[in-house]
């Protein structure tokens, strides 16, 4: 028997994500700061090429290890079962695409920057609740997750905390677009 990487996406994904936590928690400690954090609202120059990049790149910085534990356990377990489904490439349009909506949406919205990938995560949880989909049905699962993990969600946003609910929110409705759009268009 031999370790297969079996989902490169997902895993490259994870193993950047580690060695920016790793390089940000020795020798450069603004790594995440600089390259890996959506500036809030007010916050974002445009004429500042790092900003734009974070828009995307925000989902590869997380704040500590516990953060992105969390936020991989999940992608991880789900991941590469998506990436089976769909294929690598369309996989990885889907994690930009979501990285790149949640970081547009924050840099409008909120004052308070944003890093993590827990709207991967959410898009993800969404998805793979469309793996049994077929056309001209809404699976049950879907809507079970739906009201679970959104209903969550939308009742802690409520909470002051420093964790950024509506980045979970808006990755689960990118999840659930792209399991209407891409399910009728990918292998069985």
Known sequence: MRIKYNAPTILTFTFISVLVLILSSTLLPSLTESWFMVPGKGSFVPFRIRNWVTLVTHVIGHANWTHLIANFSLI?????ILEERYGSWPLLEMIFLTALVTGVLNVFLF??????????AFMMILLASFTNFKKGEIPLTFV?????????ELFNSLAANTISEFAHIIGGFCGSIFGFFKTSTTKP
């Open 111 to 120: 004052s308070k920057s944003l890093l993590g990938a827990s709207g991967v």
């Open 76 to 80: 991880l377990l789900i991941g590469p």
């Open 144 to 152: 079970l997750i739906l009201v679970l993990y959104l209903g969550r």
